[in-house]
Structure formats: C-alpha cells, structure tokens
C-alpha cells in the first residue's frame, strides 16, 4: 500500500468516527422528570428543549413553585444531555488517538 494510499485509508476512518459522534450527539435525548412526575423535560444532544410535558397536578400550586420546579427540571436534563454529549466527545478524542 503506497503512502497515500495509507493516508487516504486513515482519513476516510477518521470521518467514519467523526460522523459516529455526529449521529450519536443528533440522536441524543435526556427526558427527565420533576419528583412526582408532575413536569417532564426532553432535550436534544444540543441541550435545546425539544418536549416539556406538565401534568393537571400544577393546578394545585402556585405559579412561582411551577416556575421553579419547571426551570429546575429543564436545567436537569440539559446537564444530563451535556454530561452524555461529553462522554461521546471524550470517546471520539479516545479513538482518534488511536488511529
């Protein structure tokens, strides 16, 4: 195999993990729930909030304990898809080093 051929050969798996990390972080969602269940967050491998569900329970509250309990729960699952995007950056830094 000739020299650019090996060239050729490490930059074509380099881009195959490098798209691996690309899918995985589009494919990301962290879906986390308030205790009792009464709001549900989904963010995106991004950390954008892609789904909020908040249950009948928030009748029963006052508007500042939904805020914070929303805003809480929010912030949750951004730190969880931060946390998963990071292990997938920390993997792919791994395996680049290996080729």
Not at 30 to 44: C, F, K, L, Y
Not at 62 to 87: C, F, K, P, W, Y
Request: glycine share 8%.
């Amino acid at each position: 195999m000739s020299e650019i051929d090996r060239i050729m050969e490490l930059a074509k798996h380099r881009t195959g993990l490098l798209q691996e990390a690309v899918d995985g972080v589009g494919a990301l969602r962290a879906v986390v729930s308030s205790e009792g269940g009464i709001v549900t967050a989904t963010v995106d491998g991004l950390g954008a909030l892609v789904d909020l569900r908040i249950t009948d329970a928030i009748t029963a509250m006052n508007s500042r304990t939904v805020a914070a309990l929303t805003v809480a729960t929010i912030h949750q699952a951004v730190q969880q898809s931060n946390d998963e995007r990071e292990r997938l950056v920390s993997e792919l830094r791994v395996a680049l080093k290996q080729t």
